[in-house]
């Protein structure tokens, strides 16, 4: 499994402002996690059968498919994206 992690590839998005409740990273944080659960509603991406999650004693775990449980309840505002695409775009590739 850590290799299958590791392989995978990741972005790292360059937000240049505090972290704080009100900041434009807790923004962006806060709605991809409400736009990637599954809590609640139509499983669009569905964990295999394999995934630990599904044995959590957290119902929020078991049903988002995600394992952070902060906004996983919350409805995404879909203004967000163009906050994160302008993050993606202002990203100096390492």
């Given at each position: 499994?850590?290799?299958y992690?590791?392989?995978?590839p990741?972005?790292w998005v360059?937000?240049?402002?505090e972290?704080?409740?009100?900041?434009?990273?807790?923004h962006?944080?806060?709605?991809?996690?409400?736009l990637?659960?599954?809590?609640?509603?139509?499983?669009?991406?569905?964990?295999?059968?394999?995934?630990?999650?599904?044995?959590?004693?957290s119902?929020?775990?078991?049903?988002?498919?995600?394992?952070?449980?902060?906004?996983?309840?919350?409805?995404?505002?879909p203004?967000?994206l163009?906050?994160?695409?302008?993050?993606?775009?202002?990203?100096?590739?390492?």
């Amino acid at each position: 499994m850590s290799t299958y992690i590791r392989e995978q590839p990741f972005l790292w998005v360059d937000v240049d402002d505090e972290p704080r409740a009100d900041s434009d990273r807790a923004h962006i944080e806060q709605n991809a996690i409400a736009l990637l659960s599954n809590f609640e509603g139509q499983t669009v991406d569905p964990r295999d059968d394999g995934w630990l999650g599904k044995y959590s004693r957290s119902r929020a775990i078991r049903e988002s498919g995600l394992w952070n449980v902060n906004h996983v309840e919350e409805q995404y505002d879909p203004d967000f994206l163009d906050l994160l695409e302008d993050a993606v775009e202002d990203t100096t590739p390492l």
